[in-house]
């Protein structure tokens, strides 16, 4: 949300300006300008960018318009699951909570969560882990090794989105340079016409180099930054889970598991440690 906010404030600055130095408006909006600039720009991604990232960008920049799904609600309805996970772990021994990583959907202890739970992405790479847990056969030590190591992949995988949008915003002033000759050319086959009409051509071959370095540095480019920030989150949500894992087959107690994962949450959406023990010790509902 606080994406759209920011880029009404460019908008209004960009307009707000414009009109007070004397500019009209309409003066700005050129079709063919917005055809060429934005044409070339998504048919470039078209070229170099698989759908799959395509569309996976798309997403990103649709969750930016959303509320940061990572914050203190999400780390203490994590933290009460996992908290009650090994806790069951504990009680009843690991093929106890076999059922519950093999279909979480279905888990009575995943269906509390549903912020957890909206984390897709997140629950299989825990339920993944724990499997290996409730394996055996992977010491704790190479269990935070093939962790990491999957981290490190989705991370690389999330930042082609990034690499994506960051690409566009930084050949949008080369094209706007392309709208802005083609202007010229236009300018240039009606040289011998009125001056009026000639200075109308010339200010809308402007407006192309106007509208590529705007949509670069006061969108495309900030969006990537923003993008960057949002996946930085999520990676810091994956060290979270691992922390837990980790401590867990190492064999500490629950409330301890959970405290290595607590110390892994950024400050400012950690929760203290007598918040994450009140809300452990409450019993949620189904």
């Given at each position: 949300m606080i994406a759209v906010v920011g880029a009404i404030i460019v908008i209004i600055a960009v307009l707000g300006g414009f009109t007070v130095a004397g500019g009209k408006i309409p003066a700005l909006f050129h079709l063919s300008e917005f055809i060429v600039i934005f044409g070339v720009a998504g048919g470039s991604?078209?070229?170099?960018?698989?759908?799959?990232?395509?569309?996976?960008?798309?997403?990103?920049?649709l969750q930016l318009l959303k509320k940061n799904p990572f914050d203190r609600t999400l780390y203490l309805d994590s933290l009460k699951l996992l908290f009650e996970f090994f806790q069951v772990a504990r009680k009843d021994g690991l093929v106890a909570v076999e059922a519950h990583i093999e279909e979480p959907s279905k888990s009575t202890i995943f269906k509390k969560y549903q912020t957890v739970m909206a984390r897709h992405h997140a629950v299989e790479f825990f339920c993944d882990s724990m499997r290996l847990v409730i394996a055996g056969s992977v010491p704790p030590h190479?269990?935070?090794?093939?962790?990491?190591?999957?981290?490190?992949?989705?991370?690389?995988?999330?930042?082609l989105t990034v690499d994506t949008v960051q690409k566009v915003g930084d050949?949008?002033?080369?094209?706007?340079?392309?709208?802005?000759?083609?202007?010229?050319?236009?300018?240039?086959?009606?040289?011998?016409?009125?001056?009026?009409?000639?200075?109308?051509?010339?200010?809308?071959?402007?407006?192309?180099?106007?509208?590529?370095?705007?949509?670069?540095?006061?969108?495309?480019?900030?969006?990537?930054?923003?993008?960057?920030?949002?996946?930085?989150?999520?990676?810091?949500?994956?060290?979270?889970?691992?922390?837990?894992?980790?401590?867990?087959?190492?064999?500490?107690?629950?409330?301890?598991?959970?405290?290595?994962?607590?110390?892994?949450?950024?400050?400012?959406?950690?929760?203290?440690?007598?918040?994450?023990?009140?809300?452990?010790?409450?019993?949620?509902?189904a």
């Open positions: 991604v078209i070229i170099s960018t698989p759908v799959k990232v395509i569309k996976a960008t798309v997403a990103k920049i190479d269990l935070e090794a093939m962790m990491d190591e999957e981290i490190d992949v989705h991370h690389h995988t999330e930042t050949a949008l002033p080369g094209i706007g340079i392309v709208a802005a000759v083609l202007g010229i050319v236009v300018t240039m086959a009606a040289i011998s016409g009125p001056v009026e009409i000639i200075g109308e051509k010339v200010g809308a071959a402007l407006t192309g180099t106007f509208l590529g370095v705007l949509a670069a540095y006061g969108f495309l480019n900030p969006l990537a930054t923003a993008m960057e920030h949002l996946n930085a989150s999520e990676a810091r949500y994956y060290y979270f889970l691992k922390a837990a894992v980790v401590a867990s087959a190492k064999g500490f107690p629950p409330i301890v598991a959970v405290e290595f994962a607590r110390r892994q949450i950024s400050a400012e959406a950690r929760p203290t440690f007598q918040e994450m023990e009140a809300a452990c010790s409450k019993k949620p509902k």
